[in-house]
């Protein structure tokens, strides 16, 4: 059933927010309520949000989590920083392909705010201020203009939840439908895994060349496609395979009816796997 994923800076007073949420609806409804958060997973979160590798696990780990809870029955609330556009439109792919409601929590507060409340948690539950300060710099706020942003709900850090426009947009309205890129097909014909192959390997190896003559911040062109590879970092061949071979089986799940437009999609999958 529905998804509601909470969004702010560190320190913004998403885990209350989640808790009331998580009260409210298992008072009100006979469904149960999941959270899932970082502090499942045991992670100590100034090592990971100081190294970009260990962030990309954690958000992994959470959505997978997330996937796993997500069903007919139960409401999902997924109490994270939730900072990254890209990582909201993949999970707003995720509850399309489900087929359920999903709205985003915003809980609005200043840096200066968020610093404050940092510094009043126990010193082990505290983020490093470099940490949060990097953090603050880096958060994309949502736009309720982005349909993965939609229903959106701001939260001032005094004000009442508004438990029944939430529990609105979370029952009262259909659920977004899925379309081809997230709708699970069955394996297209031979000629479009044959293409697949073809087509990613040519943009690995465009990528491998022109990086021996380019510097980070270039701009990659490569075969077939109209968008180019936006790198601000060396990468190598063994990460750009990694890559690769989760693109591959992730559209042999969900094959385009156009091959022509495998490139790009490969070239939208490494900008944001990259990033």
């Given at each position: 059933m529905p998804l509601i994923v909470m969004c702010g800076y560190p320190c913004s007073g998403k885990t209350r927010r989640a808790k009331e949420l998580k009260v409210h609806f298992e008072q009100t409804t006979e469904r149960k309520v999941?959270?899932?958060?970082?502090?499942?997973?045991t992670v100590e979160k100034n090592a990971v949000y100081a190294d970009s590798q260990k962030e990309k696990q954690v958000r992994a780990a959470l959505k997978a989590e997330v996937e796993r809870k997500v069903n007919k029955d139960d409401i999902v609330i997924l109490d994270s920083l939730n900072?990254?556009?890209?990582?909201?439109y993949e999970l707003f792919c995720l509850i399309k392909h489900v087929q359920t409601p999903h709205c985003l929590v915003y809980?609005?507060?200043?840096?200066?705010?968020?610093s404050a409340w940092n510094t009043n948690r126990d010193?082990?539950?505290?983020?490093?201020?470099?940490?949060?300060?990097a953090l603050v710099l880096r958060f994309e706020a949502p736009d309720s203009r982005?349909?993965?942003d939609n229903p959106l709900f701001n939260i001032l850090q005094d004000s009442t939840l508004p438990f029944e426009a939430i529990s609105d947009a979370l029952f009262k309205r259909k659920a977004p439908p899925p379309n081809q890129s997230t709708q699970s097909q069955p394996l297209s014909s031979a000629n479009f895994l044959y293409e697949l192959d073809k087509v990613?390997?040519?943009?690995?190896?465009a990528i491998f060349n022109a990086q021996k003559t380019s510097v980070p911040g270039d701009r990659i062109c490569v075969p077939g496609a109209t968008e180019k590879i936006e790198l601000n970092r060396n990468v190598n061949m063994a990460e750009l395979r990694k890559f690769r071979r989760q693109f591959i089986t992730y559209s042999k799940m969900h094959p385009t009816e156009s091959t022509g437009q495998i490139s790009n999609m490969f070239v939208q999958y490494l900008n944001r796997s990259l990033h």
């Open positions: 999941h959270v899932v958060a970082e502090s499942l997973l900072y990254i556009k890209g990582y909201r809980c609005l507060t200043s840096d200066e705010v968020s010193a082990k539950e505290q983020y490093t201020q470099d940490i949060l300060n982005n349909r993965w990613t390997q040519d943009v690995l190896m």
